[in-house]
């Protein structure tokens, strides 16, 4: 489902309204959970392993999110003028201060859904999780 940018930030001001997501593009396709699942399953990311300051939250999060970029191109590629391929996913890199109720700094994924609503992502081994606003408070937000 195509989405534009005004609509995807008031959803992500829903859950976090204290701070003010960076969308690069005027519209984005929601996926599906599902695809969101299959996608990351396929990801080569989480075979590497957690090195401080080289390869730490941060880098893993902007890989995947990079790598999602890369096989939505790699698809439209492939598969042509599709409409669900014409925009990049509702997919980004998210830090956040409080994850699943524990206070850490840490760096995530962040994806919004068409039949699921707002989900968070651990990229080091593609954990998804439903973001909760009292659980979840994350202060940066990138897609």
């Known amino acids: 489902m195509k989405v534009e940018r005004l609509w995807l930030l008031s959803e992500l001001q829903r859950?976090?309204?204290?701070?003010k997501p960076y969308l690069g593009d005027s519209n984005y396709w929601l996926p599906s959970l599902?695809?969101?699942?299959d996608l990351l399953l396929k990801s080569w990311v989480d075979q590497y392993k957690w090195m401080n300051e080289i390869f730490d939250c941060d880098d893993f999060a902007l890989i995947v999110h990079a790598w999602v970029v890369q096989e939505r191109y790699k698809r439209r590629q492939e598969e042509g003028e599709k409409e669900e391929l014409k925009y990049p996913w509702a997919f980004g890199e998210a830090w956040g201060s409080k994850l699943k109720g524990e206070y850490t700094s840490h760096a995530i994924?962040?994806?919004i859904t068409r039949d699921k609503g707002i989900y968070l992502a651990e990229p080091q081994d593609d954990h998804i999780w439903a973001a909760n606003p009292d659980n979840d408070i994350l202060y940066y937000i990138r897609m």
């Open 15 to 19: 859950y976090w309204p204290d701070r």
């Open 34 to 37: 599902r695809e969101v699942e």
């Open 109 to 111: 994924n962040v994806v």
